[in-house]
């Protein structure tokens, strides 16, 4: 069954520096998310990405955020200048076109700023 | 409340026993999805139900949805150990992203 991937699985930084999380959302899929979850608080949006360009993007996205569909495959988020503040498990999902919105969710990266 | 507030926030009960998750939400939705997410990992979908939808079933798991209220419940029927999880439900704003509750840990003791 096809499944979003996620690497790495964890990833350490210290205040910042800039990282970049990786997804590689289901192939036939069209629309991208990036949501982000800070220990012990609920899943947060942070951005929807539909045809080579961001669709939404919530008020946590700043401009310290910034993503990217380098190639076919990849979906990438990228923290330009890593705050503690931005420790949290970041979960990229996608959907396809069709159907009722059910976003297939990728295993999250956790990241931990120091 | 925020969209998507699910009561309580924690649930312990004996495996075998019935468990029952709510959810509020406060705008018009088209759907309405419930997903659990095991502790530290991604997040699994399990149902939809859609706005015109007044009850769904898949296995052991029930969902009602009434728009009036607007309110949803989640109902798993003979739990297991392994249902020990978050679960969370999740409304999909006019963007099309998510909007999730703060969850209901659920422990289901053997």
């Known amino acids: 069954e096809p499944e979003v991937t996620q690497t790495p699985s964890h990833q350490v930084t210290q205040m910042g520096q800039e990282v970049i999380l990786r997804c590689v959302p289901i192939s036939n899929h069209l629309y991208f998310y990036w949501y982000r979850q800070i220990l012990g608080q609920k899943v947060e949006f942070l951005v929807s990405f539909y045809n080579n360009e961001i669709s939404e993007k919530s008020e946590i996205f700043d401009d310290q955020f910034s993503v990217e569909r380098p190639d076919g495959s990849n979906f990438t988020l990228k923290i330009r200048s890593t705050k503690l503040e931005d420790s949290a498990m970041y979960f990229c999902?996608?959907?396809?076109?069709?159907?009722?919105?059910?976003?297939?969710f990728g295993p999250g990266t956790r990241l931990t700023v120091l | 409340s925020q969209q998507g507030e699910e009561d309580p926030q924690a649930l312990s009960i004996q495996e075998g026993e019935n468990a029952t998750m709510n959810c509020s939400y406060k705008?018009?939705?088209?759907?309405l999805q419930w997903y659990r997410q095991n502790s530290g990992r991604g997040l699994v979908h399990l149902i939809l139900?859609?706005?015109?939808?007044r009850e769904k079933h898949s296995g052991r798991l029930r969902v009602t949805l009434d728009t009036s209220k607007k309110s949803s419940s989640l109902l798993i029927t003979a739990s297991r150990a392994a249902d020990t999880a978050s679960y969370f439900c999740?409304?999909?704003?006019?963007?099309?992203?998510?909007?999730f509750g703060p969850g209901t840990r659920l422990s289901v003791l053997p």
């Open positions: 999740a409304t999909v704003n006019r963007g099309q992203n998510f909007v």
């Open positions: 139900i859609r706005s015109n939808e």
């Open positions: 705008t018009s939705i088209n759907n």
């Open positions: 999902a996608s959907r396809s076109q069709s159907g009722d919105n059910e976003q297939f």
